[in-house]
């Protein structure tokens, strides 16, 4: 089946503790991308990448870092987590243009 | 910059009403445009897309979606809804010339009364 997989599903950590949320998916997709959703704001992408070792800012940035080191991962990682970055996340492959999404990870800062 | 803005916040309708959720985005350009579905507690599911050809879209679930160019709008109705219809609502673009930055609306939340 095809489908793009997040861990964990939900989190509480607090501030400062460095957290890695994994994403991936089986269907050699060579873009994929990372997501926030924030009540009233929508989905705000955080990276986004092309492909393998080829990564990019999106709007929001700031507080995280990710890698692309093989195709079908693409993990976002939190050095330094902050009570902002509290939110529900989502990464997403993409094949020529449309987005498949994974489940979601609900994040809570401390 | 890109964005996409959703005229309506929250939408309470009974079943059987139609239905049409307004998405204007800012890009002058080409662009590709979607509609995604969130229902409660799951991820996005793409309900249709527009790349090119007939502005007139249908997708699933019995939606459709007009292409207006020279308004900026891609307005996504459905003449019936149902209670199961329930879900929020989000209005993408991705414009060809910012590569792969896709662009989301903050999403319309449609309650539909059973």
């Known amino acids: 089946e095809a489908q793009v997989t997040q861990n964990p599903r939900y989190l509480i950590t607090v501030t400062g503790k460095k957290l890695t949320v994994t994403c991936s998916q089986n269907?050699?997709?060579?873009?994929m991308s990372w997501y926030r959703q924030d009540p009233g704001l929508g989905l705000r992408q955080i990276y986004y990448?092309?492909?393998?070792?080829?990564?990019d800012k999106g709007d929001v940035p700031e507080g995280y870092k990710v890698s692309r080191k093989e195709k079908r991962n693409f993990p976002l990682i939190l050095e330094s987590p902050s009570p902002n970055q509290t939110s529900l996340y989502f990464c997403?492959?993409?094949?020529?243009?449309?987005?498949?999404f994974g489940e979601g990870s609900r994040l809570t800062v401390l | 910059a890109q964005s996409v803005s959703q005229h309506n916040h929250h939408v309470i309708l009974s079943e059987a009403a139609s239905l049409e959720l307004g998405c204007n985005y800012s890009?002058?350009?080409?662009?590709?445009l979607f509609w995604y579905v969130q229902y409660p507690g799951q991820h996005l599911q793409l309900l249709l897309k527009?790349?090119?050809?007939?502005?007139l879209v249908k997708g699933i679930k019995g939606f459709e979606a007009e292409f207006i160019k020279s308004k900026f709008s891609f307005n996504l109705r459905k003449p019936s809804v149902q209670w199961s219809d329930t879900a929020e609502y989000f209005c993408a673009v991705n414009a060809h010339n910012y590569g792969q930055n896709f662009v989301f609306g903050p999403g319309t939340r449609l309650s539909v009364l059973p």
């Open positions: 527009y790349f090119s050809g007939d502005p």
């Open positions: 890009y002058g350009g080409t662009v590709n």
């Open positions: 269907m050699n997709h060579e873009y």
């Open positions: 997403a492959s993409s094949l020529s243009g449309e987005l498949f």
């Open positions: 990448s092309m492909n393998v070792e080829v990564t």
